[in-house]
């Protein structure tokens, strides 16, 4: 049960951070990846502030096994750089520079009752499962 | 610089980091997001807590925009072919790569992982490419 209000409340604090860094505007993330003209650098600002909070977090963290509910810590223990990464992060590139929308921000659109995001989240979900079934 | 707002970014992005540091600390598990959509459709595993976590996302921005009456600022293509083509390749791309701007962008670099590190510039580079190509053929001007 505490997991689960955790988790809820997770979400619900990362939708709010999204929408106050308005990373929830597909255009100020177009803004971001238009390093040619006008460009704006909010969305390093975005991530610098997470990292500069949760770095030193996980690095305290870093030998626990167990998290405070008593659950194993897991993290990706992959080291090597492969094909697959390389390939896979600039098919996400593209995917995001065409309309500006990654994952957490197209989840928390649903709010703004935007329809066309509806069809970005089956579309992507789509691209999800033909990578499980091919 | 053009529409730059870094006090509201760097706030945001602190409480996205309270977010990361709040279900690390509790769950045990990273918070990135393309992986929790995903397990949600494809896996047992947590699968409670994930459709939670993404009832919490969409919530939190409810309750905000309901409390803080701001005016909300939503501007996306309206082009259904592109938004189509978007969500597929961040679907299938995410799962190839293993995360998006939250796993590989947030929680990964946080971790000092060179794998997320060269994730992160690689989906920057081809989404800088990708709307410089847009914007010759005069989207996005």
């Given amino acids: 049960m505490k997991e689960k209000i955790v988790s809820l409340l997770s979400g619900i604090i990362f939708g709010v951070g999204l929408v106050i860094s308005g990373m929830t505007n597909p255009e100020k993330v177009i803004g971001f990846l238009s390093i040619t003209h006008n460009w704006d650098a909010s969305l390093i600002f975005v991530m610098g502030g997470a990292i500069i909070v949760t770095a030193p977090f996980l690095y305290i963290l870093r030998n626990r096994n167990q998290s405070s509910l008593g659950f194993d810590i897991k993290l990706p223990k992959k080291i090597d750089l492969d094909k697959k990464l390389i390939i896979g992060s600039s098919f996400f590139g593209i995917g995001w520079g065409l309309v500006g929308l990654c994952p957490g921000p197209a989840v928390s659109s649903i709010a703004l009752f935007e329809p066309i995001t509806l069809i970005f989240l089956l579309a992507m979900l789509v691209g999800i499962l033909a990578n499980k079934y091919i | 610089m053009y529409n730059f707002t870094p006090i509201s970014a760097l706030t945001g992005g602190i409480i996205i980091g309270c977010a990361v540091i709040l279900y690390f600390y509790t769950t045990g598990r990273l918070a990135g997001i393309s992986g929790i959509f995903a397990n949600t459709f494809t896996s047992k595993a947590n699968r409670s807590s994930n459709i939670l976590f993404l009832l919490g996302l969409v919530l939190g921005p409810l309750g905000y925009f309901y409390f803080s009456k701001t005016p909300v600022n939503f501007e996306i293509t309206n082009s259904y072919f592109l938004i189509i083509i978007a969500g597929f390749l961040v679907g299938f791309g995410t799962r190839i790569g293993g995360g998006c ?41």
């Fill in chain 2, 101 to 141: 701007t939250s796993g590989h962008g947030i929680c990964g670099i946080s971790r000092i992982s060179v794998r997320s590190i060269i994730a992160t510039v690689t989906f920057i580079f081809t989404g800088m490419l990708t709307v410089f190509i847009l914007q010759q053929f005069g989207i996005y001007l």
